[in-house]
């Protein structure tokens, strides 16, 4: 069943670790990318998944910590629990700062909350079933560090939002979170290939995650732009505009061009695992 993934001469392997950070939101405007509630909320659904969601990635891999045969991938396991859990409270933060600033994000946190806790916690499964449910989920997991690696490596490279006058608090939170992103990006997937690697269950893992996610992304921006009084007052008097600064076009561009460098990136990864199996 173990399948080794790490080498251990290998020159790029970082030893994972969680690191200490602290954010002041005392000072985030409420349309953090200036005059751009749209793309704001777009992002802002992040900070309304990630603090269940990445507590979810947590219990489940503690769960499957005692399944790993192979130390330094318990090793990793063990960073990226520690990665995951400071990502949770850090936009956790954010939510606090939505919560106490006019936008009531509980009727869609307690969705999200049950989604996590309920369909996908744990059902008290015993013995071989139990241990099924840890390596479905791990697999779920994987499939969801394919978006949290592609999203960190395009917010990284995201000049546009820096030309757009994008807060500078928001963006230093994205970015570290983007970093440990894409230096932990593949340690779901060795986990999964460690402890199963079946190819049907990694297809349908990654459609469920693909339409989980996008149903889960939609429903947070409608809830957000119905949320922001701003935006309502703004609308009822008929005077949302656009905001120069920030160009969907330059977004969209960086966001295919993301995809293709990672597409790339995985296939010479995939030619090497292959040459040197
Ligand atoms: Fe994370
Ligand atoms: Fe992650």
């Not at 769960?63 to 396991?77: G, S, T």
């Not at 989604?115 to 791990?138: N, P």
């Not at 030309?163 to 963006?171: F, H, I, K, Q, V």
Request: charged residues 25%; contains cysteine; hydrophobic residues 45%.
């Amino acid at each position: 069943m173990p399948t080794e993934h790490h080498d251990p001469g290998e020159p790029d392997r970082v030893a994972l670790h969680a690191r200490n950070v602290s954010f002041d939101w005392s000072e985030l405007p409420r349309h953090w990318i200036p005059g751009e509630p749209f793309a704001t909320h777009l992002i802002n659904v992040l900070h309304l998944l990630l603090p269940e969601g990445e507590r979810w990635f947590c219990h489940v891999f503690k769960q499957a910590l005692p399944l790993i045969r192979d130390e330094q991938l318990a090793e990793d396991v063990r960073g990226f629990i520690g990665q995951e859990a400071v990502h949770a409270e850090s936009h956790q933060g954010v939510l606090d700062h939505f919560d106490a600033h006019g936008t009531d994000t509980r009727p869609y946190v307690q969705q999200i909350s049950w989604l996590f806790g309920k369909v996908l916690g744990d059902r008290g499964y015993a013995g071989k079933q139990g241990q099924e449910w840890i390596v479905e989920r791990v697999a779920l997991i994987a499939a969801i560090e394919h978006f949290t690696a592609f999203l960190g490596q395009w917010v990284l490279d995201a000049r546009e939002l820096d030309e757009a006058g994008a807060d500078p608090t928001m963006l230093d939170l994205l970015r570290w979170h983007g970093a440990e992103e894409v230096e932990h990006r593949s340690v779901a997937f060795d986990l999964y290939a460690h402890v199963d690697g079946g190819y049907a269950r990694r297809c349908r893992t990654m459609v469920v995650a693909i339409a989980v996610l996008a149903i889960m992304w939609v429903r947070g921006v409608r809830f957000l732009m119905a949320a922001d009084p701003v935006l309502r007052r703004r609308l009822a008097a008929g005077t949302v505009g656009h905001a120069e600064r920030f160009s969907w076009e330059r977004t969209t561009e960086s966001l295919l061009e993301t995809y293709a460098r990672a597409r790339r990136a995985f296939h010479s990864q995939f030619s090497l695992r292959e040459v040197t199996a």
